[in-house]
């Protein structure tokens, strides 16, 4: 049975950043929110497979706000619909860079640009940067070997040997030198 | 390896090997130090800013690290459910199409077998029901062809609409008792569809009815042309 959250639990949880618990929630979350966002893409020139594509952003962009401290629970608005608000302005924004290819979604662009307010809300704020630079994002500008390496020692927990011998990575040491040179990358790209 | 002044007890100094520095790091970032081990990265840490740049980015790198596996998982875990609503959406569509299918189907089916006129064996031509004509010639045959054109002039009035004529002509038929069992049978199907179109459902059924169980009728009525005349009949009853 889906287990259920409230907006405090959610908040909380995925702040502890611990795997099974912001899997629940991340369930929980496509439970209450996918079809809404799914049937806002698909009657707004979207496809089915637009709106999965657009779902799965609009989680990590919310996840990624949660961990930077800028979504902040407020009593005026649920969860829910701050991740509708997201998914809505993401959408918008698609909207707009394929008008600028197409110029088949433009009214639908400028309808939607005349209904915004004036003075922006906490969700336009955030979303007005140029994109949402997710860890994830950063993470898989790596090459694919070092996502593995970092990936298998950190989260998957596993012993230097085991990464070893399964990514075919020789020696033990062979496989720490890797770890080594793949952190220094990753360092390079946070600074960059 | 190590720039410590003195090795006079078993706790690691700061490393000169920059990737020996980095596990040291990770090692006191992880907490798998001793409390003498943490205060001496402390102490470096303190003594020298460029060091504490160095842990803090590291820390950084970690957390963006178990963010990024988190959020890759969560993607993962999406995509999974996204799957598995397809896969239940194209079943629960499979099922519509097909329960559309079966009931357009069976309403074309009702619509044929309403619509749809019955197709009697062509009669003229059968000498089944002819033969005897031909080989006699007495008083017994010239009884028999009045039989018999009871029956055709009966097949005309069904065609041309006076059912109530037709329904007469096929009883006249039926009730002759001198006829062999193929021509009877002939001529009471003929009669069911003439009570049929004369609007008497009822009478119809009865003779349906005796065919219903028939397991040695000799006249060639096809099982799509019983159907027709058993649903023509149930549609007039419930109509009534």
């Given at each position: 049975m889906q287990k259920t959250f409230t907006d405090q639990q959610i908040f909380d949880g995925l702040l502890t950043k611990t795997a099974p618990l912001v899997d629940a929630i991340v369930r929980y979350l496509y439970d209450q929110c996918q079809l809404r966002v799914r049937r806002m893409v698909t009657r707004n020139n979207g496809s089915d497979a637009d709106a999965d594509d657009l779902f799965q952003e609009v989680i990590v962009a919310f996840l990624q706000n949660i961990w930077d401290g800028k979504f902040q629970l407020r009593s005026t608005t649920r969860v829910t619909t701050y991740i509708y608000e997201i998914a809505h302005l993401m959408w918008l924004k698609e909207l707009r860079k394929r008008a600028s290819q197409d110029k088949r979604n433009e009214r639908y662009s400028l309808h939607q640009s005349q209904e915004q307010p004036v003075a922006p809300n906490p969700e336009q704020e955030l979303m007005?940067?140029?994109?949402?630079?997710s860890a994830k994002t950063k993470f898989e500008r790596l090459n694919l070997k070092c996502q593995q390496v970092l990936k298998a020692f950190?989260?998957?927990?596993?012993s230097m040997k085991q990464i070893a011998d399964e990514l075919g990575l020789g020696t033990e040491d062979n496989a720490k030198t890797t770890k080594y040179r793949c952190i220094v990358a990753l360092k390079k790209l946070m600074l960059s | 390896m190590y720039c410590g002044?003195?090795?006079?007890?078993a706790i690691m100094k700061r490393p000169i090997d920059k990737q020996q520095e980095h596990e040291w790091i990770e090692q006191y970032l992880s907490g798998e130090m001793t409390r003498d081990e943490r205060k001496e990265v402390e102490m470096v840490m303190q003594a020298d800013a460029d060091f504490e740049k160095e842990v803090q980015l590291l820390k950084r790198t970690h957390e963006l690290m178990k963010e990024a596996f988190l959020e890759q998982r969560a993607v993962a875990t999406l995509r999974q459910l996204q799957r598995q609503s397809r896969q239940r959406t194209q079943r629960i569509r499979l099922v519509r199409r097909s329960l559309i299918g079966s009931v357009t189907a069976g309403f074309m089916l009702i619509v044929y077998l309403s619509v749809a006129p019955v197709v009697f064996p062509d009669?003229?031509?059968d000498t089944s029901i002819t033969h005897s004509l031909a080989d006699e010639s007495d008083t017994m045959a010239v009884a028999q062809k009045q039989v018999f054109n009871q029956f055709f002039e009966g097949q005309v009035h069904l065609i041309e609409g006076q059912y109530v004529l037709a329904v007469k002509n096929f009883e006249t038929v039926v009730r002759t008792?001198?006829?062999?069992p193929y021509f009877r049978e002939a001529a009471q199907w003929h009669l069911t569809v003439a009570y049929l179109k004369s609007g008497e459902p009822h009478k119809a059924e009865r003779v349906y009815d005796q065919f219903s169980?028939?397991?040695?009728?000799?006249?060639?009525?096809r099982a799509v042309d019983r159907w027709k005349i058993w649903w023509q009949i149930k549609w007039a009853q419930w109509l009534k």
């Open positions: 007005s940067e140029e994109e949402i630079n950190y989260f998957d927990k596993k | 002044v003195e090795e006079t007890d009669s003229e031509n008792t001198d006829i062999r169980q028939c397991t040695d009728c000799e006249y060639p009525i």
